[in-house]
């Protein structure tokens, strides 16, 4: 007697909503992380709670039917289970260990392999594109920022060299007679490509394009949103060119830039092509597996049980540098700015380059901490703008040549990223290499910066700087 065939079709919607909730409440730390982010109304993130209303009001908008008969398991069933588990199992790691991003990615595939085993395979099929609206509410698009910002900073240029303009072009900078307008990380559009691209995305879900519409949306959607942000700076630089920056928008351009996006994306969506297809229709089995509640429940369980103690100091530290010190009387290189304590600071001579070495040190606070913390860059991109990059994998450090913004000075900068005994020049790398470093129990993280002035093209001293990082590198012990 299966009283859940018999029930109304939007009383039958409420048992998607239901699986929800379960993995909603299930995964709460994940949840109340994201929610703090989204509450703060960030850039990247302001439109994450009117997206997720979007979802459940697509979700409600389905035509749920019960199919006769309820099917036993079969192997694509178990295989389901399998990823529910496995997704489960790697959200817990992610998530004890603080990396936010995969632990928010395996929370969306749990609940998509979740309803996959609960329900069907065709169940999941059928709303796994309206559940991909999860995907604008996660903290991924951040990380097009810094790219954002170069090619805004690339198509304005070439905008205003094409406006024979008096202005001085030195990377994110413009000079112009008047004042310097710099194109900061707020100023990469990042909130306007994602706006763009959720529109479109949501015009596929209630139109139901076909695969080859619905990629010439998504292109159209994320030109828009590049095109808008650029004309908004292109704007900017014409008005502080010509008011001599005493234009009130020099200051408070949000409210400018919104509503000439909107002006963009308004009519875009206006003349997008509407197809009046009846609703989805979601097929429910007459009895759902309840067994693929165990499955969901390994992570949560997992992480409940977890009670690791964080450290109570780090031992790293420069004392191996002692022997090369140095008085220095001219500034070296940049000062770094990552955001994390400053633990130390030498100032040494290697084969007669001065060279100045600091180390930041992080450590968890709590026992689900995150052991290697966010880190936007280590100088201030507003003065110094990146000419050239290189990697030393004999070394494990990263190396790069900045340019100060309005100069000619240059300085060399090798970074290296401590995770417990491990060491590695990439940033990506440190975030996973915390799994290693919590098995092992060596729950510290330290940032190692180098740095030496350079002249000419900084080749002597870029040598000169490579052959003393084994020796600036802090020994594994």
């Known amino acids: ?133 999860l995907l604008f509410t996660v903290p991924i698009w951040s990380e097009l920022t810094s790219t954002l910002v170069d090619l805004s900073a690339l198509a304005v240029g070439k905008a205003v060299k094409l406006s024979n303009l008096t202005v001085l072009i030195d990377g994110s900078s413009l000079f112009i007679p008047s004042g310097t307008i710099y194109i900061a990380d707020g100023c990469s559009g990042i909130r306007y490509l994602i706006i763009s691209l959720l529109m479109g995305y949501i015009l596929i879900l209630i139109n139901q394009y076909s695969l080859r519409t619905s990629l010439i949306t998504l292109l159209i959607a994320a030109l828009l949103g590049l095109f808008a942000n650029w004309l908004r700076i292109y704007l900017l ?119 100045r070495v600091d180390l930041f040190t992080h450590m968890p606070t709590s026992p689900r901490g995150e052991i290697v913390p966010f880190i936007q860059g280590v100088v201030d991109r507003s003065q110094w703008s990146l000419e050239r990059s290189l990697s030393n994998p004999e070394n494990k450090f990263a190396i790069a040549i900045y340019k100060k913004v309005g100069s000619n000075t240059r300085t060399i900068i090798a970074t290296q990223y401590i995770i417990g005994k491990i060491h590695t020049e990439k940033y990506i790398a440190a975030k996973f290499l915390q799994i290693m470093a919590n098995a092992m129990g060596d729950k510290y993280f330290g940032l190692l910066v180098a740095q030496a002035n350079c002249s000419n093209n900084c080749q002597n001293e870029l040598d000169k700087l490579i052959r003393a990082l084994p020796v600036i590198s802090i020994p594994q012990g």
């Open 1 to 133: 007697m299966d009283l859940f065939k018999n029930l109304t079709p939007p009383v039958r919607a409420l048992s998607i909503f239901a699986a929800i909730s379960i993995v909603a409440l299930l995964y709460s730390p994940s949840l109340a992380t994201l929610w703090q982010k989204w509450v703060l109304w960030d850039q990247d993130l302001a439109h994450a709670i009117p997206t997720i209303g979007v979802m459940l009001v697509l979700l409600g908008r389905c035509n749920y039917v019960t199919t006769d008969s309820c099917q036993s398991p079969n192997t694509l069933h178990w295989l389901l289970m399998l990823a529910t588990a496995g997704a489960s199992l790697g959200w817990y790691l992610f998530e004890s260990l603080s990396i936010s991003l995969p632990a928010y990615l395996l929370l969306i595939a749990t609940l998509c392999f979740f309803i996959g085993a609960c329900f069907s395979t065709s169940t999941m099929l059928t709303v796994l594109p309206i559940l991909g609206l």
């Open 237 to 355: 630089v014409l008005i502080g060119y010509h008011t001599e920056m005493s234009s009130s928008l020099m200051q408070d351009h949000e409210t400018f830039g919104w509503i000439l996006f909107a002006c963009l994306l308004v009519p875009a969506i206006y003349f997008a092509p509407i197809n009046r297809d009846p609703a989805k229709t979601v097929s429910l089995p007459a009895r759902p597996h309840y067994l693929s509640l165990i499955a969901l429940s390994l992570g949560p369980i997992f992480l409940y049980v977890n009670s690791d103690i964080p450290p109570t100091h780090s031992p790293l530290q420069l004392s191996h540098l002692d022997k090369f010190k140095t008085e220095v009387q001219e500034r070296i290189g940049a000062e770094p700015s990552p955001d994390i304590n400053h633990l130390d600071k030498r100032l040494i001579t290697h084969e007669e380059i001065k060279i």
